[in-house]
């Protein structure tokens, strides 16, 4: 199947899998296999293909572009298990791949978040650090009474057991590549309808009975658990490499909704904050020449 | 061992349940501690007239070795979940990490667990509460072997902050009709065990006695 044409998109030049502690990572390559590298790392329930414009704009300005499906997202292999640091030990195990080089990394919404971990743990391994609206803190909500904000856990915590049950036989339900997309929209409202059909066309694959996106079934958006977010920020002063973080000025539902005055006071010495007022969640996919531009700004134009 | 094996699901896992003893009545759900599996039963357990019945966690005894490590104890509160699933109403007794898996089950299924006894074993040992979590990233060895090694790294690192313990047996007391849904045995106390032993609904009590207290509870 080839993908739905796009403006601006292409096709990665390279794909291949590399083997992640025995997990099957898909990476997809932009540019010139002899540039110098960066690293390109997507958000929850995304996947590589989404940055298809992206990424051509930081390779047109002379990087070689890698960026990699999460496991159990994109093309990659499906995991028994599932956590933030698996991930991070997969991303750790992309770039070992790379080489031993320091390389700039950019990441977007949880991609972002994860990348600002690993740089603490391993922060000799970045030159650059760039954030795409992907700095967690806790969402703004209304007063709550402790105990009814208790009960709300109790429904969460029993709904996704009741869903671990089922993931035993659980299929992504199948449906026209325009149902995909619009199904796709409710959760990206401000994504264009051409854009999502091909994502649809990239990041879902036709069976017999219809289309079904790729990524695990078995994988469950949301959950519950002791990670606060806020632990991401405290990390921030500390980082040693050039940093940027790009927000987007419009909340939404994918998107952690933090506000730019929660960010400043952590940024660190060499970094810097990008606000994008009329822009949502998806910044590179929004405003992907703008924000192209803002990075190599920071990164450099190798040419 | 020759106990039988009940074969469950969680996701692409597959779960022993073992039944160490047979008998009548509602079963005894036994968790084990980290990087151990429940293999004989314990003398302790002799008295109680229902069943017997020990899981394999995720990664450990004859359960799955996953491929590239991933576990939270989230997950392994659903491998036990899949247990009372099968078994419906019991009263689990965890060891160390189990009785961490014992304490939020006891929340998530206020009705299906009749008492949780949280006893002494490896396990979760920190507490801290808050600031970032410890972290280091690397490969370890590709053999699948059972208990797995990145069970053992990822599951006794994960430090848990105790009012996140304590709002599960919170949820216990407020859903489970039991007077005392949850007892503390256990000599060594984290953090997150002592701020669960401190909690209204929870008893400070011998693993014999705990026993005695939900045998003949509803």
Do not use: C
Request: no cysteine; proline share 8%; aromatic share 8%.
């Amino acid at each position: 199947m080839t993908a739905t044409a796009y403006p601006g998109a292409e096709a990665p030049a390279r794909q291949y899998g590399i083997d992640s502690n025995g997990v099957q990572l898909a990476v997809h390559e932009w540019g010139r296999h002899d540039a110098p590298a960066l690293m390109l790392v997507h958000g929850g329930f995304d996947f590589a293909r989404t940055y298809s414009v992206f990424a051509p704009l930081l390779a047109s300005a002379g990087w070689r572009v890698v960026a990699w499906d999460q496991r159990g997202h994109g093309d990659s292999g499906h995991a028994e298990l599932y956590s933030w640091d698996a991930d991070l030990r997969d991303a750790l195990n992309v770039m070992d791949r790379i080489g031993p080089d320091p390389i700039p990394v950019i990441g977007h919404s949880k991609g972002g978040a994860m990348m600002i971990q690993l740089a603490d743990a391993r922060s000799a391994r970045y030159s650059h650090l760039v954030n795409l609206d992907g700095v967690p803190y806790k969402r703004a909500v209304p007063d709550v009474a402790s105990h009814e904000r208790t009960r709300m856990l109790a429904t969460d915590v029993e709904r996704w057991l009741d869903r671990r049950r089922r993931t035993v036989d659980a299929q992504r339900r199948p449906g026209t590549l325009d149902e995909l997309a619009a199904r796709r929209g409710r959760m990206n409202p401000r994504l264009s309808p051409d854009w999502l059909r091909y994502l649809v066309s990239v990041g879902a694959r036709e069976d017999s009975d219809g289309w079904r996106w790729k990524i695990d079934p078995t994988m469950i958006m949301g959950g519950f658990g002791p990670w606060r977010p806020e632990g991401t920020v405290m990390r921030l002063p500390g980082l040693p490499m050039p940093f940027l973080a790009v927000l987007g000025g419009q909340m939404e539902e994918m998107g952690w909704g933090t506000e730019p005055e929660k960010v400043r006071p952590f940024l660190p010495p060499e970094g810097r904050l990008e606000i994008l007022p009329d822009v949502g969640h998806f910044v590179h996919i929004e405003e992907p020449v703008h924000v192209a531009g803002l990075v190599l700004d920071l990164i450099g134009r190798p040419g | 061992m020759t106990a039988a094996v009940t074969w469950l699901r969680h996701g692409k896992v597959r779960l022993a349940l073992h039944e160490l003893r047979g008998g009548a009545g509602r079963p005894l759900l036994l968790l084990h501690g980290l990087g151990e599996r429940t293999a004989a039963m314990p003398s302790w357990a002799a008295p109680w007239s229902g069943s017997v019945m020990a899981l394999d966690f995720t990664g450990h005894g004859a359960s799955t070795v996953p491929r590239g490590g991933g576990y939270t104890a989230e997950t392994l509160l659903a491998d036990a979940d899949a247990a009372l699933a099968h078994l419906g109403p019991a009263t689990v007794v965890g060891r160390g990490l189990g009785a961490y898996v014992a304490t939020m089950l006891a929340g998530a299924r206020p009705r299906l667990v009749r008492g949780a006894v949280l006893v002494d074993g490896p396990g979760i040992v920190g507490g801290g509460e808050d600031g970032p979590t410890p972290q280091a990233y690397f490969r370890l060895g590709e053999a699948a072997v059972s208990p797995d090694p990145y069970a053992l790294f990822e599951l006794s690192r994960d430090l848990r902050p105790p009012d996140y313990a304590t709002l599960f047996v919170r949820l216990a007391v407020a859903g489970s009709g039991l007077d005392d849904p949850v007892a503390v045995t256990a000599f060594y106390r984290p953090p997150w065990l002592a701020a669960v032993a401190a909690e209204p609904g929870v008893l400070d009590t011998t693993i014999p006695a705990a026993l005695a207290t939900y045998a003949a509870a509803d």
